[in-house]
């Protein structure tokens, strides 16, 4: 939905992306508030969320080596560590994880729609009321989006309540965004005829996923994501050729998109919710 060329180099080409700061301090705040509700509720404090920073990032290192590598020295490690634990104060402010009993964390959720398409995902955090009503809930560690931008941030919340209905036949009562970079929540309350269009939306987006697989049209769609992608060396609206696509075993495969030019708005298909 952001960028059709992006999803091909990810997806399709599966071509690697070297860690970040940013993406690795989301997955440190989360695996910490992860880990936050191990602790019995009345430890579930910012002290404890603070202690359980340098572990974590110790084993996220474990996994992943090349983590190690993203800071110049230790004093910028040091900043970045602080990021994180200012991320995590901020946490406390908008919820009290001493009167929360989460029902699931990284929750896998999996369903298939009419059409066959198979949806997979994980959700953060599943809460389960006393009169079983669900919330679904996801931390962020950006800002939350302009107003113009919220139905965009929810479509992703509205794929999980579309798979957590056709597996539970309920609608989840609530999804709920935690931005941790500038501590807000953004809140919506769905109904079925929200779901039923997100399943025709997500049909959408996986014909036109179809359409350029076959035609090799992977259009390039210029946005501030572009800051942080880390492919626009092969990019063609910063000057690159992609490379050519991957075989395919019993597939002619098709031209690559180095020559085409960015989309005009009408054909830019499927708009975001
Ligand atoms: S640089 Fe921008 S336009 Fe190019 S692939 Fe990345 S996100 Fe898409």
Redesign the pocket.
């Known amino acids: 939905m ?2 059709p ?2 999803y091909r ?1 990810r997806v399709i080409d599966r071509l690697p992306e070297p860690p970040s700061p940013a993406a690795a301090r989301g997955t440190l705040v989360h695996a910490v508030l992860e880990r936050l509700f191990d602790e019995p509720a009345p430890r579930r404090t910012p002290q404890t969320a603070r202690a359980l920073l340098q572990p974590q990032w110790e084993r996220l290192v474990a996994a992943e080596p090349e983590l190690a590598g993203l800071f110049a020295d230790e004093t910028e490690r040091d900043a970045w560590l602080t990021e994180a634990s200012q991320m995590l104060d901020r946490y406390f402010t908008l919820e009290d994880p001493t009167r929360l009993e989460p029902s699931h964390r990284e929750l896998e959720v999996a369903a298939t729609l009419e059409s066959g398409l198979r949806l997979r995902g994980y959700i953060d955090r599943l809460d389960v009321a006393a009169t079983g009503e669900l919330r679904i809930v996801d931390y962020k560690t950006g800002a939350s989006p302009r107003e113009e931008f919220v139905a965009r941030a929810l479509f992703q919340m509205k794929f999980y309540a579309v798979a957590l209905w056709l597996t539970r036949q309920q609608v989840p009562k609530l999804l709920q965004l935690i931005y941790l970079g500038n501590g807000e929540i953004v809140r919506y309350a769905p109904d079925e005829a929200d779901l039923r269009a997100t399943v025709r939306k997500i049909d959408a987006v996986w014909q036109a996923i179809q359409r350029a697989r076959s035609s090799g049209d992977w259009r ?4 501030k ?2 800051d942080w ?1 880390a ?2 060396s092969i ?1 063609p ?2 000057g690159g050729t992609p490379p050519p696509l991957p075989a395919v075993p019993g597939v002619v495969a098709p031209q690559t998109t180095g020559s085409i030019p960015p989309p005009a708005a009408a054909e830019q298909a499927p708009a975001p919710v």
């Open positions: 952001t960028c060329l992006l180099f390039y769609r210029q946005s994501l572009c992608c492919h626009q990019c609206a910063f």
